[in-house]
């Protein structure tokens, strides 16, 4: 009997106990809890965003142990419109077919319902007073706006939203270089730059006034904190068609097409390369380089959007496109 009991505990002890959750997990598991519940996903669409979360083991709202957020997203809801829906619209939801996503169209000459495309209107994960995800590769990107059902923006697609009008495509695709056709780009838009907010650049509008980790000296998960502030706590910090921080917080995994058979608003699932858009959270006190709407970066990590490898870091995020109608 002695033996057995010896033997039944033994069994026991080579049982591994349980590993507690981290909190990097649990912020995860609460996010994703509430992204499904405010985007109405299936449960196999959960599982599918679930599983690249996981697959990467850095996708999140930053490295907890380190990120300081200079709000509260208590705070940030305390600034939320006083309209009786908060951020909801319910018009761009019956064009878009999803929450919080704005419509994409040129007022000039077309009505709201006349977009193609929508695009969200806050930085993934879509919802307002919500730290944005960081730490996602262009490739995950992708992959988590289709399994939202949605897909990733083209780069012109941004741009529109953040410039106030939606122009057709404008790649100029025989140029030669990802870098002749970013100079044609910008020379064409140069004189007429402006930001979300207006035709001139202004401190304090965005979410860009917070600070880097002082152990951040290059772009480590264990130097950097995700210093971010929760979406759309700048009313102020948003475009003509209603889109959201498109300056300051993260800056943006986009798609920039390099021949027609690559551009995601026109189908396609062989994407270009990658091109980041926007700034990030510290730019009201460091401007490394130009972040008007329609600016288009040097090819900064460049790659091709799908590559395995393509980069991320701790103030680099994404929003999703759709195509309508």
Known sequence: MRTLIFAVLAAVALVPAARAETQFERNNRILLDQLAEVHNLTPRQKADVEAIFRRSGYI??????ISQHPMSVEECKARAP?????????????????????????????????????????????????????WVRAKEAAEICAAMGKRICDAHEWEGACAGALEPPDYPFGAGSVAAMRSIHNSKYAASKSWA???????????????????????????????????GAFPGCVSKLGVYDLHGNAAEHMNLPLAPSQMASNGSRSLGVTE??????????YRAHPDWCRWRAPYWHGSKVMSPGSHSNYHLGFRCCKTVN
Request: aromatic share 14%; charged share 20%.
């Open 60 to 65: 999140g709202q930053g490295n907890p142990a």
């Open 82 to 134: 006083r309209n009786g829906n908060g951020y909801a619209n319910r018009q761009f939801e019956r064009i878009c077919g999803a929450k919080y996503m704005a419509p994409l169209y040129d007022p000039q000459t077309e009505k709201p319902e006349d977009a193609k495309a929508c695009i969200d209107q806050f930085e993934f994960p879509d919802i307002p007073c919500t730290y944005p995800v960081t």
């Open 197 to 231: 907010y207006g035709p001139d650049y202004q401190r304090g509008v965005c979410a860009a006034n917070s600070t880097k980790s002082p152990s951040c000296n290059g772009g480590g998960w264990n130097g950097c904190g995700t210093n971010t502030y929760p979406t």
């Open 276 to 285: 980041m858009k926007g700034s990030w959270f510290i730019w009201d006190k």
